[in-house]
């Protein structure tokens, strides 16, 4: 969208707005005019676990208040009763911008080759030695390609409880935890797949909702082409990564 600089920001302002709001009605399939797409939009926002997406959230309820004010309010003179700071009409083509063309999930995951994978014969020693020093909590395993499941403290709690032991033998290595890694396996977790064009506010949303609905807790999201398990994962997304 280009605008002439000698515009005053008023005229971009209510442009912009008119642009956000039938971008919303389109996006969300909001066909009902009687309510404000904006409000729509600000609500979903101010919902998000994202900080940035909050404060966008803060500012469509003040353009939306501000553009009413334009619109219902005679000028005086000739001239308008207020003038848009620029601050507005740069949160409004941020807002458009999220409509029109919204992040995708795999944009925030950690990449495959950035991923701390490791393989059946791995030993037990060295994945809680890398785990404790780098503070991860899910090790994905992968197996000549193929992914087996995720390791992590509650597999290791599940193995023990399943032994009835607190001993661990020193040469154990990830194969012995074989019946605990499935994804399906964990009690009290839970991993999915998404595909490769997944948006971020859906995975936002799996991640706030699923103890909800679910009764887990999801501990990771893994991206792959087709969001199928069987195919290479391109990156996998944490919960502290959407703060």
Do not use: W
């Not at 020193?170 to 890694?181: E, Q």
């Amino acid at each position: 969208m280009r605008y002439n600089a000698l515009m005053s920001n008023n005229p971009r302002f209510l442009d912009l707005f008119n642009h956000l709001d039938e971008s919303c009605r389109e996006r969300y399939h909001l066909e009902d005019r009687t309510s404000s797409a904006i409000s729509f939009l600000s609500a979903k926002l101010a919902h998000s676990s994202s900080k940035k997406d909050n404060d966008l959230a803060e500012a469509l309820d003040a353009i939306r208040q501000l553009r009413n004010t334009l619109v219902h309010v005679e000028k005086v003179d000739g001239e308008e009763l207020a003038e848009v700071n620029p601050k507005l009409l740069t949160a409004l083509e941020e807002a458009i911008r999220y409509v029109e063309n919204p992040p995708k999930g795999l944009e925030y995951a950690i990449p495959l080759n950035h991923l701390f994978v490791v393989g059946l014969n791995e030993t037990l020693s060295n994945v809680l030695k890398v785990m404790m020093a780098r503070g991860f909590s899910h090790v994905p395993v992968i197996e000549n390609g193929t992914f087996i499941g995720v390791f992590s403290e509650e597999v290791l709690t599940s193995y023990l409880m399943e032994k009835g032991t607190l001993n661990l033998a020193a040469d154990l290595k990830m194969k012995d935890f074989l019946a605990f890694l499935p994804i399906e396996k964990h009690p009290n977790e839970r991993y999915f797949f998404m595909a490769r064009g997944a948006l971020l506010e859906d995975a936002r949303e799996a991640f706030s909702k699923s103890k909800e609905k679910t009764g887990k807790r999801l501990a990771m999201i893994f991206f792959s082409e087709h969001g199928n398990s069987h195919e290479t994962i391109l990156g996998a997304l944490v919960p502290s990564a959407l703060i």
